[in-house]
T-cell receptor, first 111, second 115 residues
Framework: QQQVKQSPQSLIVQKGGISIINCAYE??????FPWYQQFPGKGPALLIA?????SEKKEGRFTISFNKSAKQFSLHIMDSQPGDSATYFC??????????FGDGTTLTVKP | NAGVTQTPKFRILKIGQSMTLQCTQD?????MYWYRQDPGMGLKLIYY???????DKGEVPNGYNVSRSTTEDFPLRLELAAPSQTSVYFC??????????????FGPGTRLTVL
């Protein structure tokens, strides 16, 4: 039973464009909603995260939008750059420390 | 701090062989995890541990075993390797209550091929 569904599986964006990745979760017993970024040959690393009592979180060019009633959240990358090309995972994390991950989105930003 | 380290980086096994994937963290985190990452399938939790001497199964534990004798180390054992265990394995650690978002810190991964 997949508790976090992520889309799209892959995404190609032109340099300077906006990249949008969406996630939906089923279980309401999650306390944090992080996004991880993974470059080829590396482990995932935390990019940005949000708590469910906040509707939006912005850090530089990266923004999380969170809709608690719809159980959906999304990552927006403004002014996408070739260096943003990576795989992005959304996750839902409980206070107990366990995370459930989406299947990942491979982002390619074309110069 | 080295963070989370994993050895080996790459390994090829024959069907039926066994091996241990090593994971060490130097952040004094109580929680440690093992994931496998298959192409297009995200990260699946194999086993996790909330402290030395305590381990529990995740989503996909069959064919694997773990132990946690110290806070720092969390080895993953594969017995009777099968082609279905070909994957990239990631170890991670966290300290719930310390980081704002219960962030997990990942190692660089071990790429395992079973032929």
């Amino acid at each position: 039973q997949q508790q976090v569904k992520q889309s799209p599986q892959s995404l190609i964006v032109q340099k300077g464009g906006i990249s949008i990745i969406n996630c939906a979760y089923e279980n309401t017993a999650f306390d944090y909603f992080p996004w991880y970024q993974q470059f080829p040959g590396k482990g995932p690393a935390l990019l940005i995260a949000i708590r469910p009592d906040v509707s939006e979180k912005k850090e530089g060019r990266f923004t999380i939008s969170f809709n608690k009633s719809a159980k959906q959240f999304s990552l927006h990358i403004m002014d996408s750059q070739p260096g943003d090309s990576a795989t992005y995972f959304c996750a839902a994390t409980s206070n107990a420390g366990k995370s459930t991950f989406g299947d990942g989105t491979t982002l390619t930003v074309k110069p | 701090n080295a963070g989370v380290t994993q050895t080996p980086k790459f390994r090829i096994l024959k069907i039926g062989q066994s091996m241990t994937l090593q994971c060490t963290q130097d952040m004094n985190h109580n929680y440690m995890y093992w994931y496998r990452q298959d192409p297009g399938m995200g990260l699946k939790l194999i086993y996790y541990s909330v402290g030395a001497g305590i381990t529990d199964k995740g989503e996909v534990p069959n064919g694997y075993n773990v132990s946690r004798s110290t806070t720092e180390d969390f080895p993953l054992r594969l017995e009777l390797a099968a082609p279905s265990q070909t994957s990239v394995y990631f170890c991670a650690s966290s300290q719930p209550g310390l980081a704002i978002y219960n962030e997990q810190f990942f190692g660089p991964g071990t790429r395992l091929t079973v032929l």
